[in-house]
């Protein structure tokens, strides 16, 4: 009989387009000062073709993306926890009722870590934004780490 196993794999929903292995789980929607993720029914693989298609602007500002999670590799990360999950749920408010129709909740660190509260906040996530507020830049500024 063949052994079929499933490897789980933690991914972090704020990875970088350009990770090995990521997939694009969301699309950025909304004004310029409210964007909102609108998620994708299934997650598609990174391709140059995929990363295409953001132009002229860069895949980070129209993608949510999600990769392994790094882990130690990742300045976000305190050897158990991923402190950027815990920092949105802490600084960021809620921007919608009910659960996101998210692909990749069930293998997502932030779901996995915090819950539904990170659930919450996740549609305002955008990786390149560059009219983020000052919560969401104190939130996502991993040098506040070494002041504490």
């Known amino acids: 009989m063949e052994d079929i196993t499933t490897v ?3 991914l972090c929903p704020s990875a970088r387009p350009e ?3 990521g997939v694009v789980f969301g699309v950025i929607a909304g004004a310029i000062a409210a964007p909102r993720v609108t998620y994708l029914k299934q997650p598609l693989p990174i391709t140059d073709e995929v990363m295409a298609k953001a132009s002229p602007v860069t895949p980070a500002e129209i993608f949510r993306t999600a990769a392994s999670c790094a882990e130690s590799g990742c300045q976000h990360f305190d050897g ?3 402190r950027l999950a815990m920092r949105i749920v802490e600084k960021l ?3 919608v009722e009910q659960l996101p129709p998210c692909s990749i909740r ?3 660190r932030w779901w996995q ?3 539904k509260a990170a ?8 990786t390149d934004n560059y009219s983020s507020s000052e919560q969401l830049r104190q939130a996502a500024d991993p040098s506040i780490y070494l002041q504490t």
């Open 8 to 10: 789980q794999t933690t």
């Open 93 to 95: 408010p809620a921007v």
């Open 19 to 21: 990770s090995v292995d």
């Open 113 to 115: 870590q915090e819950g």
């Open 119 to 126: 659930c919450m906040r996740c549609p305002q996530i955008i």
């Open 106 to 108: 069930r293998d997502c």
């Open 80 to 82: 158990k926890d991923c």
